[in-house]
């Protein structure tokens, strides 16, 4: 069965600091990978998406993720942190059938990121 | 476009009430999901729809029932709530590979539903 685990439930960086969010998952056929944010009190909006066009997959936000596959992971970066970062992370993966990926996605447990000034 | 709506946005009940959580989308998608979120477990999916007349079971099924009443609408019914329904609500909706060409598609979620059953 399909996973994501995600390392870390809380992270804590300096404003200007890399920021660094952990996805490990596990599929047994290739995966399309999400990053979703999703700030206080709303719903999640997408960050970005791996569809196995490019390992380097740029976001919004100047977020970016690279999928790794001997290390199946799919770590989110963003060079320098900013306040207005300051929300939950999750990192999700389509589930799969016999007949390959479909639409549902499973998201691991999130990430909170607290931004100090 | 409004996107994804959902109502109400905060909801109590006692234990054995009833009642239903609306969602709607006006992007013409095809599938239609229900989650529950609840702290340090992330999104588990409650009941998805491909399409208009269907539905499937997701993860956590138990307790719930849902109706696809159009394209547009997709709602949940508790039936008789219970203290461990008590969660934050989230509907979603996505476009199927069939019409955008990609496969997987990204999934646009409502503000969702705070529900607390007491």
């Known amino acids: 069965a399909q996973s994501v685990t995600q390392l870390g439930s809380h992270v804590s960086v300096s404003e200007g600091a890399l920021v660094l969010l952990r996805c490990n998952y596990s599929s047994s056929v290739p995966p399309y990978l999400f990053w979703y944010v999703q700030y206080p009190n709303q719903g999640l909006q997408l960050l970005l998406k791996?569809?196995?066009?490019?390992?380097l997959v740029k976001g919004i936000n100047g977020f970016e993720a690279e999928f790794k596959k001997s290390e199946t992971s799919f770590h989110l970066t963003k060079p320098s942190a900013h306040m207005s970062d300051a929300a939950e992370y999750f990192c999700?993966?389509?589930?799969?059938?016999?007949?390959?990926?479909?639409?549902?996605?499973?998201f691991g447990t999130g990430t909170l990121l607290a931004v100090q000034p | 476009n409004a996107g994804v709506t959902q109502t109400p946005k905060f909801q109590v009940l006692k234990t054995g009430q009833s009642m239903t959580l609306q969602c709607a989308q006006d992007m013409n998608h095809n599938s239609m999901y229900w989650y529950r979120q609840d702290p340090g477990m992330g999104l588990r999916l409650i009941y998805y729809s491909a399409s208009e007349g269907t539905t499937d079971k997701g993860e956590v099924p138990n307790g719930y029932n849902v109706s696809r009443l159009n394209k547009r609408e997709f709602s949940l019914r508790l039936e008789s709530a219970a203290p461990s329904q008590t969660s934050v609500y989230f509907c979603a909706s996505s476009s199927d590979g069939w019409t955008s060409g990609d496969r997987v598609n990204e999934q646009f979620f409502g503000p969702g539903t705070r529900l607390t059953v007491l």
């Open positions: 999700a993966v389509s589930e799969d059938t016999y007949g390959g990926a479909t639409n549902k996605l499973i």
């Open positions: 791996y569809t196995s066009a490019a390992t």
